[in-house]
């Protein structure tokens, strides 16, 4: 069964930058799922982030768009979601998330319900 599992999180000062990496099990290209960022701020429900289909379209939230940047390794089969200018409000644990269909409903990008495969999470905490 295919997993995923984060790293890269850490503690920055706002207007700083991280790059969260979510590594890929498996044989199967990276473009064989549709994937997805959360995250999950403290006291908050969780959000879509990001997500990316396996033809390469991406749906980015209103609150990140601009600011962070979803890509791919197809050699290494591993997600990256770079964080430019963060801010306090960025601060929380982000997930990765996997559905092994290719081409979800786009609209189904951000919804935690389409992702039945999940990582562990990385933290992430930005101070003002």
């Known amino acids: 069964q295919v997993q995923v599992v984060e790293s890269g999180g850490g503690s920055v000062q706002a207007g700083g930058s991280l790059r969260l990496s979510c590594k890929i099990s498996?044989?199967?290209?990276?473009?064989?799922?549709?994937m997805a960022w959360f995250r999950q701020g403290p006291g908050k429900e969780r959000e879509g982030v990001v997500g990316?289909?396996?033809?390469?379209?991406?749906r980015y939230s209103d609150s990140v768009k601009g600011r962070f940047t979803i890509s791919q390794d197809n050699a290494n089969n591993t997600l990256y979601l770079e964080m430019n200018t963060l801010v306090p409000e960025d601060t929380g644990m982000y997930y990765c998330a996997l559905e092994p269909r290719a081409l979800i409903f786009f609209g189904g990008l951000l919804d935690a319900q389409y992702y039945p495969t999940w990582g562990q999470g990385t933290h992430v905490t930005v101070s003002s």
């Open positions: 498996g044989n199967k290209a990276r473009s064989s799922y549709s």
């Open positions: 990316m289909r396996g033809d390469g379209t991406t």
